[in-house]
């Protein structure tokens, strides 16, 4: 079955970096984009970041970008997430996400656009904080 | 910025219809997602291209659209169907993003 594994999440302080990993099983990873997906406690989710399935392309939320960069290693089925300059509005539990094939599609402009997400880890804390 | 707007609650009773809804400019032109999550819980995918359902969503999970606005239908409310509710699409720009909506929080009465 489908296993989307986060970890890495802890607590650190403003200004430092972190580095989050989600281990992929059941499927065959490098065949898949991924996303990552922060949810800050008691608010909604907030998409960060994607990597095309053979990390060809990648594409950041403006609050992010700059500061995080989105990594995979299909060789060992893990997806990364490299984050530096850490604020405390990043605080946030980060859910890695599986692209459902074939859900992705170009608009009438011939722009790309997300699929869904069929697939989520259980996610990893990530706390900023003095 | 673009934004989803959807509506902080909504509260039925069991066997009723629930109906949520997303209203974004750019939604005639764009698909949109629903996902339902459950306090401590990842997202789950119940509705994908506006009105698609994954295989193992039941069949009371529906999706619309209409101008811009689209609509998560649950008919036959059950009491585990009690969570908060996500869509998710992307704007007519050419910059690749994902737009979630706020979030719905469906209360079952």
């Known amino acids: 079955q489908v296993q989307l594994v986060e970890s890495g999440g802890g607590v650190v302080q403003p200004g430092r970096s972190l580095k989050l990993s989600c281990a992929a099983s059941?499927?065959?990873?490098?065949?898949?984009?991924m996303h990552w997906v922060r949810q800050a406690p008691g608010k909604g989710l907030e998409w960060v970041a994607v990597?095309?399935?053979?990390?060809?392309?990648?594409y950041y939320a403006d609050s992010v970008k700059g500061r995080f960069t989105i990594s995979r290693d299909n060789s060992k089925n893990t997806l990364y997430l490299q984050m530096n300059s850490l604020r405390a509005e990043d605080t946030a539990v980060y859910y890695c996400a599986r692209e459902f094939t074939g859900t992705y599609y170009y608009d009438s402009s011939g722009y790309r656009k997300s699929g869904a997400f069929d697939y989520w880890g259980q996610g990893t804390l990530v706390t900023v904080s003095s | 910025s673009y934004e989803l707007t959807q509506p902080p609650s909504v509260s039925v009773s069991p066997g009723q219809t629930a109906r949520i809804t997303c209203s974004g400019d750019?939604?005639?032109?764009?698909?949109a997602y629903w996902y339902q999550q459950k306090p401590g819980q990842a997202p789950v995918l119940v509705i994908y291209?506006?009105?698609e359902r994954p295989s193992g969503i039941p069949e009371r999970f529906s999706g619309s659209s209409s101008g811009t606005t689209v609509t998560l239908t649950i008919s036959g409310v059950q009491a585990e169907d009690e969570a908060d509710y996500y869509c998710q699409s992307a704007d007519n720009s050419g910059t690749y993003t994902v737009i979630f909506g706020g979030g719905t929080k469906l209360t079952v009465l």
């Open positions: 059941g499927f065959t990873f490098s065949s898949y984009g």
């Open positions: 291209k506006d009105s």
């Open positions: 750019a939604l005639p032109k764009q698909y």
């Open positions: 990597i095309w399935y053979d990390g060809s392309n990648k």
